[in-house]
């Protein structure tokens, strides 16, 4: 096995603002008006985007990824479904993620189980799946109550299970979505496509994930956060699910920016890191908790931490805590051997695109990742090992 | 948190009577007071106005014996998880008048205690004598929404539910702690458990048709929280109601104007008021 996995994941932001957006625009999230957006620039944007998703397939990582979001300029994902589907016809080797579906956020699960189990039998089975809430902005944009949120998304994820797994027609009775037929065609190729839960350190996800074995995805959030989540899976999975967790359960997002040297990677970062925690992440507070969005013990656990908000955190903060990843290929590669060697976390989810940041970059950060980053990570091949050699071994005592 | 000292010098009344009613195993917080042989008026609060006894609940009781409960999920009275709609709360009160005893009472709501107030009476109008809404919410007027409480920030919602600032110094907590904010967290939860989308009743509007007791619609000219054009409507909806349009207040008059407020509620639920049907 490799000792760590390359996902590459785009957000496909919306990086053309007025000049006054950090004054004149109060959340890049609900409420940001879509004046700002041009359809005809968007076209050509959505199209480089894939282009660069290409790329990464090209270039062997293992795998693309998108998501969803909804009403803002961070990322114009609305359907990642839709996405998918076009990347299906693109790459070619990769696997393609889908990280995720943002289950609550839907009044018909049963829709989402039947795109993905389409996805994956026009790919082949290359379909894996983040299973999410949406972020708390998305209860205001879709009006759905946050109150609910963890029982939808329950209750979604049974469904779409049995809807994947089980041979139908079955019944689904649920609180919130009930169904008489849960008989989907097609059905999906992999019995069940994989499903991974993002989280930003909530004890009641981290639990779901660890009770399934989902591979469980930190995402920009300072290393002490990150390492916490980590052990509380471990501690999860052992002591309550009676199982060790494996490396490649333990995944961490994080836009990597990586150059031929840590000043070219840093001055990169500088100039167009920021616009994603300044610019794309500029949300309204009131929209980022909305009631019962999160428990009362989580949210607890936010008053407490005291969290300092990405719009006051410079990039000097982010590198330090460990939010992203810059440097030059060693440091690069240093920072990465953390994750494996330390915290036992063997599965990159890495963005090489942010905000304004031009083509030809993008192009360096994926190929610098690809052609001296990875292969340190990448398992030898080692000759095989014949039945002669193996008789060898054994006369002269010398193990496997 | 109460200001029944300062209050009481004021309006000269004694302090309520404090207590906890076991309402089919919810434990409900109730203030009570006012003379024991008056006519009942229970009072429903609005959205975290619980577990407050202020100076104009003290004028309601100089004529009548308020009975003033924290409704689940606000104040001191919890809110079972499952206690989630309003149907929930219309049963519940319901069964909090049989736990009381009281067979029929006058019943005044504010705001989101004004649309509970409204369903009672149309689902049990045998149990309402006379019913008083202020700055109600529960209905949709199109075209013109209630302001976002959800998506107002501390000094926003002040800004739109007060025209005098000065007048929410009760509200203000002695310490912004921790404790303070984990209430305000589950406070929410209630209101939005009730009201995150759609923020009011579909079918109240019509069912308003239904109502048969004398009811006072009573609302600040300037609430900029829920607009005075929604009582406009109540008064349309609810055949011979009474409309009280008091001026210099909004959202919040029973703490900018509290002896208007109080008087006009006084008067219509005094045995000669509201009767011009």
Known sequence: MNKLEFHYFHLMPWPYLPKDFEESVDSAWVTVPNSIYDPIKGHELYNRYFDELERADKLGFDSVIVNEHHQNVYGTMPSPNLMAAVLTQRIKHAKIGIIGNALPLHDDPLRVAEEIAMLDVISGGRIFNGFVRGTGMEYFSYGVNPTLSRERMNEAHDLILQAWTQPGPTIFEGEHYNYRYVNIWPRPIQQPPPIWMPGTASLETIDFAAKRKYPYMTVFMPMAQRKAAYELYRRTAEEKYGYEAQPNQLAFCTPVIVAETDEIAYQTAKKYLMWLFHKGLKVRPEFNFPPGYISEKSFLNVLKAGVRGFQLSTLDDLIAEGVVIVGGVDTVIEKLSYYTDELKAGMLVAGGHVGEIPDYLVLKNQEIMAKEVMPHFRQKAEPAVTPQIREVRELVGVSN | ?277
Request: glycine residues 8%; charged residues 20%.
């Open chain 2, 1 to 277: 948190m109460t200001t029944t000292e300062a209050v009481s010098e004021r309006v000269n009344t004694t302090a309520p009577k404090e207590y906890t009613l076991d309402v089919r195993g919810i434990a409900t917080h109730i203030f009570e007071s006012g003379p024991e042989t008056a006519p009942v008026l229970v009072y429903l609060h609005g959205t975290s106005l619980g577990n407050l006894w202020l100076e104009y609940h003290q004028r309601l009781a100089s004529s009548f014996r308020v009975i003033a409960p924290d409704i689940p999920g606000f104040g001191k009275t919890e809110r079972p998880d499952l206690m989630r709609d309003m149907d929930d709360y219309v049963l519940f009160f319901r069964d909090m008048l049989d736990a009381l005893g009281l067979e029929k009472v006058n019943l005044v709501g504010h705001s989101l205690g004004g649309w509970m107030a409204a369903e009672v009476a149309v689902w049990y109008p045998e149990r309402i004598n006379k019913l008083v809404l202020s700055n109600a919410s529960g209905i949709r007027v199109k075209g013109t929404p209630i302001a976002n409480l959800f998506a107002l920030n501390p000094q926003e919602t002040l800004d739109v539910c007060f025209d005098d600032v000065m007048a929410a110094m009760p509200l203000m907590p002695s310490e912004m702690n921790v404790d303070y904010f984990l209430v305000q967290y589950r406070e929410r939860q209630t209101l939005a458990s009730l009201a995150w989308n759609p923020g009011f009743d579909r079918k109240l509007e019509r069912r308003l048709a239904r109502l048969t007791c004398p009811t006072l619609i009573i609302w600040g000219v300037n609430d900029r929280l829920i607009p005075p054009v929604y009582g406009e409507v109540f008064h349309q909806k609810i055949a011979g109601s009474k409309l009280v349009s008091l001026p210099g207040t909004g959202h919040m008059p029973m703490f900018e104007k509290a002896q208007e407020w109080a008087d006009a509620i006084n008067e219509f639920l005094s045995p000669n008021g509201g009767t011009l049907r």
